[in-house]
């Protein structure tokens, strides 16, 4: 089946340092989505992306869409301590239609020190 | 609007006992998921629902546990006997449509389990 991969697995950064997380997939994906995870709470989607070689920019973040729609990155600029949580990218898989599910990578866990 | 509620919060249980798990969806959202989430990965599927149909149960161990969401609104997740594995936390999420692979979820706080 489909199988999601990112790196690293955990990232430490000062703050003010940039971060740079990475999703690769097993297979061609149709979008992917970003979520975050605070600790202890819940993930929460961030974006989409669609098109092949797409980049959105939300404030200090930044992402982008293989050519290949194969893999995906989410960058963040001058990274803060509100930026502390797990960046989870996620695919769907399926034969289309109704019947789809989403595949979540293990996530990246970025932790900032003041 | 009201995000997708979860009850309850905690729960910790000897193995063999049985548990239910309590969602209610975001009001109008046609599809439903439940996922596990083991410390340290990621969310994985369960159960997902449109309306009160499964479209994926495909990872959902039937032996021990099932799930409902009957008049396709809010639902429940039973796990009975529940092993050592089972200590994780179970996310609900809940999407607008059904049917399209796009669709942004929206979690619930999730109900942490602990299985002694």
């Known amino acids: 089946g489909q199988q999601v991969m990112q790196i690293p697995q955990y990232q430490h950064v000062q703050e003010g340092e940039d971060f740079t997380t990475y999703c690769n997939s097993s297979?061609?994906?149709?979008?992917i989505q970003w979520y975050k995870q605070r600790p202890g709470g819940h993930p929460v989607f961030l974006i989409q992306?669609?098109?092949?070689?797409e980049v959105k920019k939300q404030k200090r973040l930044t992402f982008q869409f293989g050519e290949a729609k194969k893999n995906s990155s989410l960058h963040i600029t001058a990274t803060q301590t509100t930026d502390v949580g797990t960046y989870f990218c996620?695919?769907?898989?399926?034969?289309?239609?109704?019947?789809?599910?989403?595949?979540f990578g293990k996530g990246t866990l970025l932790t900032v020190n003041p | 609007e009201a995000g997708v509620a979860q009850s309850p919060r905690y729960k910790i249980i000897e193995k063999r006992q049985s548990v239910a798990f309590w969602c209610n969806p975001i009001?109008?959202?046609?599809?439903l998921y439940w996922y596990q989430q083991i410390l340290g990965q990621g969310p994985k599927l369960l159960i997902q629902?449109?309306?009160?149909?499964?479209?994926?149960d495909s990872q959902l161990p039937k032996d021990r546990f099932s799930a409902e969401r009957l008049k396709g609104v809010d639902s429940t997740l039973k796990i009975q006997p529940a092993k050592l594995e089972d200590s994780a936390v179970y996310l609900c999420?809940?999407?607008?449509?059904?049917?399209?692979?796009?669709?942004?979820?929206?979690f619930g706080d999730g109900t942490r389990l602990s299985i002694l």
């Open positions: 297979t061609t994906l149709s979008n």
């Open positions: 009001s109008g959202h046609a599809t």
């Open positions: 996620a695919g769907p898989s399926g034969s289309g239609g109704s019947n789809y599910k989403l595949t």
């Open positions: 629902f449109q309306n009160n149909g499964v479209v994926d």
């Open positions: 999420a809940s999407s607008l449509l059904a049917g399209y692979s796009n669709q942004p979820q929206h």
């Open positions: 992306l669609v098109k092949s070689g």
